[in-house]
């Protein structure tokens, strides 16, 4: 085999027990999940084993990864439209859902569980934010405020003022964020007839 590809594979024991792990399962539990046995299930994560399409394909569907984030497989197009999940070392993942540089950026943010104590690191930067909670509750300090959004809520900001998104201990939480680097708002019309 060519030499990335070996590279490739070999990386992917290592991410599944880093997927297994941060979720907090058993290999029993993925065992039973999966249909895969757990001596294999060890056997794959130790390295020790190279998998196969039918044994990566159940691992991707459970944990609710794509097999290219899976096997961190080498990327083969433009990377603005070949728009991957970033997967982020505190459990979050960023999925950017713009494929244009310049103007008003999308994401969806998936952020795991968090502490309720946990210290906000606020940063502040050039630009206007607009955020949108899809699920769980999503705690966002914005200067001296600390507010709890729920899902349905929204908030906008400019991002100058000092600002932290985090999760809180009820679960995780998922939201979308519209970014303009350069000040630009996203526009909101109400009332419009039609």
């Not at 001596?39 to 097999?67: D, F, I, K, N």
């Not at 969806?108 to 502490?115: E, I, Q, R, T, W």
């Not at 400019?158 to 996203?186: C, I, K, N």
Request: charge should be negative; proline fraction near 7%; include cysteine.
């Amino acid at each position: 085999m060519p030499e990335p590809i070996d590279q490739t594979l070999d990386t992917v024991g290592p991410r599944l027990k880093h997927l297994r792990l941060r979720r907090d399962v058993t290999l029993t539990t993925l065992a039973e999940e999966t249909g895969i046995s757990t001596s294999t299930l060890s056997r794959l994560e130790a390295g020790l084993r190279r998998p196969t399409l039918e044994q990566l394909l159940p691992l991707a569907s459970y944990y609710g990864v794509t097999l290219d984030s899976l096997v961190d497989a080498p990327r083969t197009a433009n990377p603005r439209i070949d728009l991957r999940p970033v997967s982020c070392a505190d459990g979050s993942i960023i999925i950017p859902l713009t494929r244009r540089p310049g103007g008003v950026q999308a994401y969806k943010f998936v952020l795991p569980a968090g502490s309720d104590d946990a210290v906000p690191q606020l940063r502040s930067h050039e630009g206007f934010d607009w955020a949108y909670v899809l699920n769980g509750t999503l705690r966002l300090v914005l200067g001296d405020q600390d507010e709890l959004l729920q899902a349905g809520e929204a908030v906008e900001f400019d991002t100058r003022t000092p600002h932290w998104f985090g999760a809180t201990s009820t679960g995780p939480v998922e939201y979308l964020s519209l970014v303009g680097r350069h000040g630009q708002r996203a526009h909101v019309h109400a009332g419009v007839d039609r």
